[in-house]
Nanobody
Framework: QVQLVESGGGLVQAGGSLRLSCAAS????????VGWFRQAPGKEREFVAA????????LYADSVKGRFTISKDNAKITVNLQMNSLKPEDTAVYYC???????????????WGQGTQVTVSA
């Protein structure tokens, strides 16, 4: 069974940047879509961004559009989420997930990582 591992979370001041990475324990992401989701305390898990098998296919939540960029590395081993101009409301646990289909619904994703904490101070 494949496992996904996120890294790169941490504490940053508002306006700063962080880069999250997601790696799979087996294989690559070349045949899969990968999504990033986040969950803040007391809130539902929400979609952040997704990238398809074709790296030209990307999708972003309105709340992060223009600030976050999702990408796959050339070897399709990791999927990265570059987060710029961070705001306190971006504070959450961020999860990556893998899917055979491309889209924003968590129900489309079958394998999930354990999450990485992102905290943005005001």
């Amino acid at each position: 069974q494949v496992q996904l591992v996120e890294s790169g979370g941490g504490l940053v001041q508002a306006g700063g940047s962080l880069r999250l990475s997601c790696a799979a324990s087996k294989g690559t992401f070349s045949l899969y879509a990968v999504g990033w989701f986040r969950q803040a305390p007391g809130k539902e898990r929400e979609f952040v961004a997704a990238i398809g098998r074709n790296v030209d296919n990307t999708l972003y939540a309105d709340s992060v559009k223009g600030r976050f960029t999702i990408s796959k590395d050339n070897a399709k081993i990791t999927v990265n989420l570059q987060m710029n101009s961070l705001k306190p409301e971006d504070t959450a646990v961020y999860y990556c997930a893998r899917s055979m289909s491309f889209g924003p619904s968590p129900r489309q994703y079958d394998y999930w990582g354990q999450g990485t904490q992102v905290t943005v101070s005001a």
